[in-house]
């Protein structure tokens, strides 16, 4: 049986939505790390960008995506590479992204690293930092000190 090309591309993006990120509950579109899919003769291409160069996860979210393409019909093959040409940057995250790492206490700036982190919590500016070492490679620990908090927020990508 053959899958019209949109149809199955949709399928891929839609299967895409499902797989999570192994360090957070959020899935790896709403996080902006898909970068492009590309789908020839049944054989499906997903480049994604990873939020963190050394993620310890990335070889765990290859097999997610590669296992979660093959269950789909009309997927012959999948390969899933990561890029390093572009840095993940916060403006690939989804609007509907930012609202679900609010919810497990993560800190977005709305555009820039730059902007000062906020507390997810009560929404104050009197934060500090408390550790660039948070619990995983990408993020870091800071401390809400008006309401108590402690939240992480993710590290800003190195400098070009």
């Known amino acids: 049986m053959t899958i019209a090309a949109d149809t199955l591309e949709r399928a891929v993006w839609d299967i895409l939505a499902t797989v ?11 996080l902006g790390l898909v970068r492009d899919v590309r789908i020839e003769d049944g054989r499906v291409s997903v480049r994604l960008v990873p939020t963190w160069i050394a993620c310890p996860a990335l070889g765990v979210i290859r097999r997610r995506v590669r296992d979660a393409l093959v269950s789909l019909a009309g997927v012959r093959d999948a390969a899933v590479d990561y890029t390093y040409d572009e840095p993940w940057t916060l403006e690939r995250v989804t609007a509907r992204g930012r609202a679900q790492l609010a919810s497990h206490g993560l800190s977005v700036p709305r ?11 009560c929404g104050s500016h009197d ?11 990408c993020r870091a620990t800071y401390l809400c000190r008006s309401c108590r908090n402690p939240f992480e927020r993710f590290k800003p990508p190195a400098e070009a």
């Not at 999570?20 to 709403?30: A, G, Q, R, T």
């Not at 555009?111 to 919590?121: I, K, L, S």
């Not at 934060?127 to 490679?137: D, K, M, N, R």
């Open 127 to 137: 934060v500090v930092a408390e550790s660039l070492f948070g619990p995983t490679l």
């Open 20 to 30: 999570e990120d192994p360090e957070l509950p959020i899935s790896i579109v709403d």
């Open 111 to 121: 555009c820039r690293f730059a902007e000062p982190p906020v507390c997810p919590y």
